[in-house]
């Protein structure tokens, strides 16, 4: 084994970064978590490892954390999920957070550091949410990743797979091409997932409630309806919502068109019919930033349109949809209850990630 690898997360990015040394941590103040989404928010975070704090040319500061990739993984698995979470769940989401953050320190998204630590790349919220457990899950994964056998050159190699999750796939999960570039990632399958779904939860579990209590973080639970969920706009706010998001004045929305769907359901080409201006956009994430003030919570939905009488101008727009997130990979609460069901960590990867081997990660 060779030196342990050092990650570097950009945390914060302010007009100026206000923190705390202490002992052996430190504290930033007002760190935005959630960004965009619906549960964007601010608290105050503590961390482990070396604060620097660059000066952008901007004028803006960014507070950039440079730590061991272990001690990394054990504040992302109790960032993403509850450090509470069975045990099997823990190590499933460091065998996966560990062979993204790899990839990630291979070919870095941002500049200047690895990955930033919001839902971007994956979260991390320091220590606060971080439990012996967690750093039980990852110790006992230690250095584990998931791979994938491909050809390179002639040759047969094992690659670390970009282990794309998310939070709830809605009983089905999506492939690869659904959400980025047209190409086929051959452990990225759509599979059957009926373990999120809240009626099997609470059949399945003596207590299903206080599962998902204890696999959630505090801000994560406030999302109840992560399953099966609906939206209604009035026509006037349709429209607003997709001139401020998208830029573009549609006019008077008339018709939202699916024009193709994922496997799971998801949509990742959709025309928006407006009385000015009439586009097909895609894939699945602009979809749900230009249909919500936020993010939709997925782009798996149909949509019901109501009208006034002896009108063809629609008044309202529901949707109603299912899943939380991409859809893409592990469905992160459906793998928590997997493991409360008794399934291991390599059963609960192997179901979500086909065609994939764990293994040590050459050094
Ligand atoms: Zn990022
Ligand atoms: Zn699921």
Not at 74 to 80: A, D, H, N, R
Not at 111 to 134: K, L
Request: glycine share 8%.
């Amino acid at each position: 084994m060779g030196a342990p690898r050092q990650i570097k997360i950009g945390i914060l990015t302010a007009p100026h970064i206000e923190y705390e040394l202490r002992a052996r941590t430190f504290v930033l103040k007002r760190v935005r978590i959630g960004i965009g989404f619906h549960w964007d928010r601010r608290e105050d975070q503590e961390f482990q490892g070396a604060l620097s704090i660059r000066n952008n040319a901007d004028g803006t500061q960014t507070a950039i954390n440079t730590i061991d990739l272990e001690d990394y993984l054990c504040s992302v698995i109790s960032s993403e999920m509850n450090a509470d979470s069975p045990m099997e769940l823990l190590k499933a989401h460091a065998v996966i957070s560990r062979s993204w953050a790899m990839l990630a320190m291979q070919h870095p998204n941002h500049e200047g550091y690895d990955v930033c630590a919001d839902d971007h790349c994956q979260r991390y919220e320091g220590i606060r949410r971080m439990n012996e457990r967690a750093v039980e899950a990852v110790r006992a994964t230690a250095g584990q990743v998931l791979t994938n056998e491909q050809m390179v050159n002639g040759k047969m190699v094992n690659l670390i797979c970009d282990t794309r999750y998310h939070k709830c796939c809605g009983g089905r999960t999506e492939i690869w091409s659904t959400c980025w570039e047209d190409i086929d990632v051959p452990y990225i399958r759509s599979v059957e997932c009926p373990y999120c779904n809240p009626s099997y939860i609470n059949k399945s579990l003596v207590d299903g409630t206080s599962l998902l209590r204890t696999c959630l973080n505090d801000y994560d639970r406030e999302t109840e309806d992560f399953h099966d969920w609906q939206v209604t706009y009035t026509a006037d706010e349709l429209a607003q919502i997709i001139r401020a998001k998208s830029g573009i004045d549609f006019g008077e929305i008339i018709d939202l068109v699916p024009l193709h769907r994922g496997p799971s359901g998801r949509i990742d080409s959709l025309r928006i019919v407006g009385t000015r201006h009439t586009e097909t956009i895609g894939k699945e994430l602009k979809i749900r930033l230009w249909l919500s003030p936020t993010c939709l919570y997925s782009s798996w939905f149909d949509v019901k349109k109501t009208f006034a009488p002896s009108s063809i101008r629609p008044l309202t727009f529901t949707f109603n949809g299912h899943g939380w997130g991409h859809g893409a990979g592990l469905c992160q609460i459906g793998a928590a209850v997997m493991a409360a069901e008794g399934h291991s960590y390599e059963e609960i990867l192997h179901y979500y990630y086909a065609n994939t081997r764990l293994g040590v990660a050459a050094q």
